[in-house]
């Protein structure tokens, strides 16, 4: 157990939707991390947040945003999805912006 | 995205068998990992290298970090069926961003 923790464990829902993932990073941990896994483009650094500010942005698309809050949680909003955004959702957080992270169990997203 | 050149692909070897697997990139990292997935769940971190040059253990585990910072490797002997799983190399260039490349991946097969 990584201490990090992610809900739901899975989401099925439909083409236009808007979802939200959420993850609890490990006690003291002051940076999040969200990661993409699909089969094809394998695991993709979307967003990492620090101590509540963005800190560093990779691909994610415009339709898709995150937050991290007061308590250190943090969201993922995917919007307007789309079939091709079926894939699984991993947070991961470390103590400091650039340490070693510790992945959670993962949020798999179906859409259909 | 920028990803790293992971090889095998995937593996099939008999217990006891040790097992050999590396990274390659075109760019410089100043932090190599070696995560496992299992299936359902989230990478766990097995190995860090901070310094080119470091050689790491972690039980039947070894893993290098090479003097260029280009490449890596990791080692695991006398393999058993629970080290099933795949292996993922990642990248950090560390500073003040901590987002992780990450290779394909090795799926390692074990039989007893």
Known sequence: DSGVTQTPKHLITATGQRVTLRCSPRSGDLSVYWYQQSLDQGLQFLIQYYNGEER???NILERFSAQQFPDLHSELNLSSL???DSALYF???SAGAADTQYFG???????? | GQQLNQSPQSMFIQEGE???MNCTSSSIFNTWLWYKQEPGEGPVLLIALYKAGELTSNGRLTAQFGITRKDSF???SASIPSDVGIYFCAG???GSQGNLIFGKGTKLS???
Do not use: M, Y
Not at chain 1, 105 to 112: A, D, N, Y
């Open chain 2, 18 to 20: 040790d097992v050999s």
């Open chain 1, 56 to 58: 560093a942005k990779g």
């Open chain 1, 91 to 93: 947070c991961a957080s």
């Open chain 2, 92 to 94: 950090q260039d560390g």
């Open chain 2, 74 to 76: 990791l080692n695991i």
């Open chain 2, 110 to 112: 074990v039989k007893p």
């Open chain 1, 82 to 84: 789309e079939l091709g």
């Open chain 1, 105 to 112: 169990p993962g949020t798999r997203l179906t859409v259909l």
